[in-house]
Structures are given as C-alpha cells and as structure tokens.
C-alpha cells in the first residue's frame, strides 16, 4: 500500500511530517471559502490493547481456529 497520508512505519516521514501536512489540509480548506470551518479528531490508541486479557483472547481465537 503506497497511501500518502501514511506516516507511521514508513522511512524518512516523522510526526512533523504528519502536522505539516494537516495543517496545510487545514489551510487549503480554509482559504477556498471564508464559511469553511474544519474540524480535528484526535485519538491516542497507544495504549488501546493494554486492558485486554490474554487468557480470553487466546481461547477465542483457538476456538475460530478449530
């Protein structure tokens, strides 16, 4: 997958990279029509995984695999 917008996992792009480039989103947006308005979702999914208990999780998936 080659998606332009990816920035993570990939060589030579970094955090900047991905704040650069949605503030000039943002900007271009903006300046097509002074009505314009946008809007920014930010969600941290770092620790998304860490509440899961493995236990459940392995038997789920032994029992799909079966």
Do not use: G
């Amino acid at each position: 997958m080659n998606d332009e917008s990816q920035f993570a996992y990939k060589t030579n792009r970094s955090p900047e990279d991905a704040l650069l480039t949605l503030i000039d989103m943002v900007s271009e947006h903006l300046d097509i029509d002074a009505k314009n308005h946008a809007r920014a979702l930010f969600i941290d999914f770092t620790s998304a995984f860490n509440t899961i208990n493995l236990k459940i999780l392995i038997q789920d998936y032994q029992q799909i695999d079966r």
